[in-house]
Structures are given as C-alpha cells and as structure tokens.
C-alpha cells in the first residue's frame, strides 16, 4: 500500500516536471521552425510541423529588408555602455554605504530601496519631458546616461554582498597608506568579480530586452535598437511572418548562449535579489 | 573609531561617503524626484507639449473619472489581468518549486529549462505567442482541434484576450520558480523530521513549515509582480493595440496613447500618478494583511 503510493507520486511528479518542460520549450521550438519556413508554407493546413524545405533565405532577408545589422550594432553600443556604468557606479555606491560610516547613509540606502517600489512607467512620461528639455531625444543619451547613477536592485545586491568581506582588509590597506578609490580597486573590486559578473549580467539582459526606453526616445529607424526594431516587420498590410520570427530568433541568440555559459551567475542573482527582500 | 584607527577624521570619512555616493544622490534627484515633481505640475495643466502649459487645477482628475470612459475600461483590464495572473503564478511558481526540490533526476535541466522563457524579450514572446495563437494557423487552436475540442478566438475574442495574455505571462513564471526553489532549500532539514517524527504527512509539513517559512518571499514576489502586472504594456502594444473593443486597452497603454497619441500630456501625466497612487494603495493592503500570514524569523 504503501510502495504504490510512493511510486505514485513519483511517477506523477515526473508527470508534472515533463510536462512544463514540454510547455516551457514548445514555443521557443515552434519559433524556429517558423523562422525557416516560407510565409506559405506557414499558412498550409493542415500544419506542417518539420518544414521539407528549409529556408535560410529568411535570415538573409532580415538584413535586407530592414537595417537589421545596424539595429544590433545600436543594441551593442547601448548595452556596452550600459554595463560599464552599471559596474562602476554600483560598486562606488556599494561602497559607500556599507564600509564608510557617516550620518545619512541608512536614509539613502533606504531611499534608494524605496524607488525599487516605484512603478518604472510612471515616470517615464515626465522623463520623455526632462529629456527633451535637454535636447536630447533621437539620441543614445537617454538610453545610457541613467545607468551611471547606480540601480536600486544592484546596489542592494552588492551591499548585501560587500558586507561578507571583513572590514580588516580595508584597515590593513590604511595602515600601508591607501585611499578609497585605492582600495575599491585593488582590495575589493577582485574579491567583488562574482557579484560584478551578476551585475554585467543582468544590465545587460535589461539593456537587451528594454523596449519602453526606445520606443519612446528614439525616432529615427536608424538608430533603433533590436527590441523596437523588430516591430518594423509588422505591418497592417503585409506581414512577413517568417522573417519575422527569423529576426526574433536572432534577437534572442545572444541571451541564450549567455545563459548558458553563465548560468551560475544567472541563479545566485535571482536568489540573491529575490530571496533577501 | 573605525576611522581614527584607520587614521581618518570622521570629517573626511563623511566627505569621502557622500562622493561616494554622490551617484546615488544626484541619480535619486534627476531620475525619481525631479521627474515625479514634473509629472505632478505637468498633471495639474493642459500641455501639448508644443504650446504654453495652462494651469487647470484638478481638472485633469476630474476629467478622466467623469468624463474619459475608456479609463475606467482601462483600469478594469488591467485589474482583471493582475487578479488573473499574480495568484496563478505565484500557485504555479510554488507548485514547481516544491517539485524540483524533491528527489527528482534531472533537476538542473528542469531548472534551466523552466528558467529560459524568462530570459525572453517581451517584444519577441509577444510575436511568438501572436503567432502561436493565431485562430486559423496558429499552434494552439491547431492541437486543440486536432484532439476534438472547439477552435478559441483567444487575442481575437473580447473574452479571451486578457486570459491569453495571464497564459503568456504565466508562460515566464520560471524566474519566481527559481526564487521559491532557493527559498526552499534554505529550509532546516531538522524541522522537517520534526514534523516526520511527530506522524506528520507531507500536508502538515507543507502547511506548518513550508508555507510559514516560506512566506516572506512570497510576500516579496506577490507586491514585484502585482506592480509588474499593473504596468502591463508591450504585450497589448504589440499584439493587439488595445483591441479588440479595447477589451485589452491596459492602463499604461491608455497612459502612452494620451500622451504620445493625442497629445494630452497633462491628463497622461494625472493618469500616471492615480496608477502610481493605487500602485501603493494595493502594496499597502497587502503588506498590512500579510503580518496575519507572513512569519519572519526574528520574531519568535
């Protein structure tokens, strides 16, 4: 009696795991095979499941038909410097509130703590204002300058981590005549690299995915980034599907050959963010 | 004391602690509260953005409870979409923890596996899933006929369009999964062979450990995606543009479209802080009823 009970549930809990597995991964599937077939053959019934003809053209003519190439090298452009501010200004932030003591730093990590339960859309609209008054919409600036005044949920991370590593190390480099910005980089900053990795990580999968940034800051379809820049394929009129899902396809390339050569990085950031709210 | 020992003056320590995070402190001031005073002013008048700005007073408020329809309709989507999704995917998330955390084989692959549609854009999983649900061609409806059941309109149908979008959201719960999974393993072993020991079942460990243990993450994800979910955009952007009859017409959605659209900025700008004020109330009501549900370890 209770054997089968025991093999019961196993047998149902494998039930269960495979099947969201097969639901998490049909879609993602179902997109690739779409993105090499001809728009015809798309709209065939009954379905063709495993195209006969297989259709690389589709990925050639994504960088026909719209500038595509120059939609990644913008996304690139953006995304490199995204991180490296991201890197540097988290980490001097970091710093500063957790290993130098001063009146005014718990009220500053808890304002910055606060904004992470601002709803982002909301501001974006007096943002949009704010940056046209400087001048600078079409531009990359709006896009880039924001990330070199440190992120609420990575300035939280990296706090929680800076705070495992014993202050004597910092004590030690005093006594031998070091300064902050001394001790940032040569002390902290190579202890800190699993937690900078997780930083670089997840900017850039922001950065990457962002779309409500572009879509209102830039104009031009010359300047747009991948995430806007896929839109371009949909039309009222004609719609190349297959294409379409080609040029999805390879917005998401990068983002799955980062994962998996970084997973680690990918779980002990969600953990670490998530758990410690 | 640290800093006289390290032979600093606490003058300079101070100095050097707000150049420190002198980032943080203009970022607060550019990012957050210069554009929310703007958003304040600007929801007060009748801007164009072209022309002069006009003091109206509240009318702008006003103006979007009595007179502007489609907020109300707006409003009622998106509420209906965030009741939908949030107890979906936090059940599901819990679901699929706790069967990861077993003895099962194969639990990194899973993981990884109910972690990848998480990494996917919004833009591209709202092209995949308009493809997928497409009436006539698309997968679903395809699989759905084959097996004898009837063909759903799904994003079509003024029915159907906003449970389509919880399946999509539901669709990325890997994330959370992963979340509640850490959470869970973090659980003492000894507590549960308490429960064992005392002839509990899975149920008593689920319902006197595993739940009060676990409760302030899931207090922390339900307020990150309730806030998530009230600002969905992309999605009905991309996929419907508010249709069909603006039965998908989100909050944010109508937001962007008077501002960007028509030009109403100061009525986007006055719609955008009632979002943000019922943002906070809902945040609010919850954090105030989770004290009856939520067990934080430092204060047994």
């Known amino acids: 009696m209770m054997k089968t009970r025991r093999t019961g549930a196993v047998v149902l809990t494998y039930l269960c795991l495979v099947s969201g597995a097969i639901c998490c991964l049909i879609p993602l599937l179902w997109l690739v095979r779409s993105s090499l077939m001809s728009t015809e053959d798309m709209f065939k019934l009954p379905l063709i499941f495993f195209p006969k003809k297989i259709r690389f053209q589709n990925y050639a003519e994504v960088f026909t038909m719209v500038p595509f190439a120059k939609f990644y090298a913008n996304t690139i452009f953006v995304v490199t410097f995204n991180i490296f501010g991201a890197l540097i200004s988290n980490l001097m932030i970091a710093y500063g509130l957790t290993r130098i003591e001063f009146k005014g730093r718990k009220l500053m990590f808890s304002l910055s703590i606060g904004t992470l339960m601002l709803p982002a859309y909301v501001q974006l609209i007096p943002l949009f204002i704010e940056w046209n008054w400087f001048g600078k919409i079409n531009t990359f600036f709006p896009l880039i300058v924001p990330a070199f005044f440190g992120n609420a949920f990575f300035i939280f991370m990296l706090c929680q981590f800076l705070r495992t590593i014993p202050r004597d190390f910092d004590e030690a480099a005093f006594m031998d005549g070091a300064n902050y910005p001394l001790i940032i980089a040569k002390i902290i900053l190579p202890l800190a690299k699993p937690a900078m990795a997780v930083v670089a990580i997840f900017q850039f999968m922001f950065t990457w995915n962002d779309f409500m940034g572009p879509l209102l800051f830039l104009n031009d379809r010359e300047k747009f980034t991948l995430a806007i820049g896929i839109r371009t394929f949909i039309s009222t009129y004609y719609t190349p599907w297959g294409v379409l899902m080609a040029a999805a396809t390879l917005t998401i390339l990068p983002l799955i050959v980062l994962f998996f050569s970084a997973q680690k990085f990918f779980i002990s950031g969600l953990t670490l963010g998530g758990i410690k709210g | ?300």
């Open chain 2, 1 to 300: 004391m640290a800093g006289a020992k390290m032979g600093f003056n606490t003058k300079r320590q101070t100095l050097w602690g707000w150049i420190l995070i002198s980032p943080l402190c203009l970022g607060l001031t550019l990012w957050v509260a210069f554009p929310m005073g703007l958003s304040l002013w600007t929801s007060l008048t009748e801007w164009d953005m072209l022309s002069k700005a006009e003091f109206v007073g509240l009318k702008n408020y006003i103006t979007i409870f009595t007179e502007d329809e489609l907020f109300l309709k707006s409003v009622r989507n998106t509420l209906y979409f965030t009741v939908l999704s949030v107890p979906l995917q936090m059940i599901i998330a819990l679901g699929g923890a706790l069967l990861l955390n077993t003895q099962v084989r194969g639990k990194r692959a899973f993981r990884t596996i109910f972690y990848l549609p998480s990494l996917i854009p919004i833009v591209v999983s709202s092209v995949m899933w308009l493809w997928l649900f497409n009436s006539q061609y698309g997968l679903i409806n395809y699989l759905l006929h084959s097996v004898g059941l009837n063909r759903v309109q799904w994003i079509d149908s003024r029915h159907m369009v906003i449970p389509s979008l919880t399946i999509m959201n539901i669709w990325n719960v890997g994330n959370i999964i992963i979340i509640f999974l850490a959470g869970l393993q973090g659980i003492p072993k000894d507590l549960l062979e308490a429960v064992e020991i005392d002839g509990g079942r899975y149920w008593h460990k689920f319902r006197f450990v595993i739940i009060p243990l676990l409760s302030p993450i899931i207090l922390y994800n339900m307020i990150v995606n309730m806030i998530k979910c009230l600002q969905l955009f992309v999605e009905p952007y991309i996929m419907t543009g508010g249709g069909p009859v603006n039965s998908s017409l989100s909050f944010v959605l109508h937001i962007y479209n008077n501002a960007f659209k028509y030009g109403k900025m100061g009525v986007a700008n006055a719609m955008a802080w009632v979002l943000f004020i019922l943002t906070l109330l809902i945040s609010l009501v919850i954090f105030k009823t989770s004290c009856h549900w939520t067990y934080y370890e430092g204060d047994r």
